[in-house]
């Protein structure tokens, strides 16, 4: 890739044939996969799973009654599809840099991430997950407000007004118990999206 010079493991993992639920119900963006020794989120473990974005995401939508059980079958099931703002890896160093001036429009990201447009586009609702993320669907999309705010604190986590937008928090900095408060927040603020979800 003319990016990080690596092949993302978008492709690697075939995604888009193999993840890819034929209606996109709800996009989630998240930051970007980790560092280069990182599992993938859809790379499915075989025992314990170390990716707390994946666990607390999974977790959430099914106590939020978004999923019949917590796995990535499931996930697709329901029309859910997972990308990242940068889909590079990076070490942890290089993502903090990043994510210091992701509230700015300069420096822009490492990679012009328009490869969320037509995925945006075709979603019927989308989750917008940390501050890298809100950059990458900023730049990409004109219908994204140019919100700065702080995104850990009240109004988030919310449906930003008019628009198909949720924004929150990263979901791999915080408990599976405010996972799932935020992820039932993202099925109040569709109730068009998600209206035959099972009861809870």
Known sequence: MDCCGRSHAWYTYDVTNRWKPPL????????????TDSMYFYDVPAGRDPVRVRTNLLHGLTAA??????????????????????????????IKAIARTADRVDPPLPT????????????????????????????????????????????????????KYFVSRYLSRMSR??????ARALREAFPEVFVDAQAV
Not at 24 to 35: A, F, H, I, M, T
Not at 67 to 85: I, K, M, N, S
Not at 141 to 153: L, T
């Open 112 to 163: 012009m991430p328009t490869y969320l447009r037509p995925l945006i586009e075709e979603a019927a609702a989308v989750w917008v997950m940390g501050r890298i993320a809100r950059k990458a669907v900023g730049v990409v999309v004109k219908d994204f407000p140019p919100v700065r705010n702080k995104i850990s604190k009240p109004p988030y986590p919310c449906r930003l007004s008019g628009t």
């Open 65 to 94: 009654g978004l999923l019949r059980e917590p796995t990535l079958v499931a996930f697709r099931a329901a029309g859910f599809l997972f990308d990242h703002g940068i889909r590079c890896h990076m070490t942890f160093e290089e």
């Open 177 to 182: 118990n405010r996972a799932a408060t935020i």
């Open 24 to 35: 996109v119900r709800c996009l989630v963006v998240g930051e970007n996969p980790g560092d």
